[in-house]
């Protein structure tokens, strides 16, 4: 059963160095466009409309105007009159208090702030356009808008970072009261990025792996539950929606650049945005098998500190988790990297660390 959507806002007002994501950048007349686009596909696929968690991404969200932002928003009521989680992302340069009272008035509840640093000299150097200031006060307009669940974004091993430069960082984000959850990922170079064309080498393994451990030690000092291999979250603000991925629930994606998946078949929309304005119907489909789905499961749940429920494996694939990987469930059990703790099969800390490592095993 359909639980959550996707909504992928393809525009930018600038590119970051290091983003290789399906966007563009903000043109008021082509996203004027793209939100008709958005109209006729979201009638035409005629999805359920009791959706748990609704999540608007990009791109980014908050480069639309105030009255491109409500539009979108209405367009998506029907879907909205059920959710527990209603999130947007938004950058800290182009939020403002219309933008959030509009999201306010719709029923959004979350906010997830690309901050990546709170390092003018990094933020700069990955060519954001906002500062620590600026961070400060969006904070306080998320806040003043009534949204109180927000979520920020930082990266590590970014260009020059240093140990010290991160410690700070996670400090600042962490005494902060207003900040609920913390998502954090280290820098991947892409190769269509600004990044990857410069040739910008990423830091090594070994300064990436000390990086982690500190983060993995820091954030549960000040109250933030390492649950999720990349998220931090206070009690009660683990991410709604991103769970609904990690447990391999169905998902909607709508627009050009979104995903999904839904009865056994995952799609990915490509970045097209002209084919999806002129209503050119452009998926990639795949049909998942069941052992497709079986190790996706897998893959997806040994995510999460909680990890895997064994009796939902079971009820879903009709086969018994522990039998049919028995050896690769033995075989990270011995390495100290996986649990069976009743119903669950969990993953240890350094399971999550090395979590690559422990899917090996399941693909033999």
């Avoid at 600042?172 to 900040?179: E, F, K, L, M, T």
């Amino acid at each position: 059963m359909l639980k959550a959507m996707y909504v992928h806002v393809p525009f930018c007002d600038s590119i970051c160095a290091y983003c290789d994501f399906g966007r563009c950048k903000m043109q008021p007349q082509l996203a004027d466009r793209w939100l008709t686009a958005i109209e006729r596909e979201l009638l035409k696929r005629q999805l359920p409309t009791a959706i748990s968690t609704l999540y608007i991404g990009g791109g980014t969200p908050s480069a639309l105007s105030v009255k491109q932002l409500d539009t979108l928003l209405t367009l998506l009521d029907d879907y909205a009159q059920q959710t527990e989680e209603y999130s947007v992302e938004a950058n800290p340069e182009n939020l403002s208090l219309e933008k959030l009272a509009v999201m306010k008035a719709h029923g959004v509840n979350r906010i997830s702030l690309g901050v990546q640093s709170f390092n003018d000299q990094l933020i700069k150097r990955i060519e954001r356009h906002h500062d620590k200031k600026r961070i400060d006060q969006a904070l306080d307009q998320i806040h003043e808008a009534g949204i109180h669940n927000i979520s920020i974004d930082l990266m590590y091993g970014l260009p020059d970072q240093t140990i010290a430069m991160l410690m700070e960082d996670l400090n600042i984000a962490a005494n902060d009261q207003r900040i609920k959850h913390i998502s954090i990922y280290s820098l991947t170079i892409e190769e269509h990025s600004k990044f990857g064309r410069q040739k910008i080498v990423p830091c090594d393994n070994e300064l990436e792996g000390t990086m982690y451990e500190l983060i993995v030690k820091t954030l549960p000092e000040y109250g933030y539950q390492h649950y999720e291999i990349s998220n931090f979250a206070k009690p009660g603000y683990e991410s709604k929606h991103n769970q609904m991925y990690w447990r391999y629930e169905d998902y909607a994606g709508i627009g050009c650049g979104a995903s999904g998946k839904e009865n056994h078949i995952r799609y990915d929309r490509p970045f097209q945005l002209l084919n999806y304005l002129n209503d050119e119907e452009v998926f990639e489909r795949f049909e998942l098998s069941k052992s497709d789905e079986m190790f996706e499961f897998i893959m997806m749940g040994l995510r999460m500190k909680q990890g895997i429920s064994l009796s939902r494996f079971e009820a879903l694939f009709q086969c018994s988790l522990s039998d049919v990987y028995a050896s690769a469930i033995h075989q990270n059990i011995a390495r100290g990297w996986l649990l069976i703790e009743g119903d669950s099969l969990r993953p240890s800390e350094a399971g999550m660390t090395f979590l690559n490592d422990v899917l090996m095993a399941f693909m033999d």
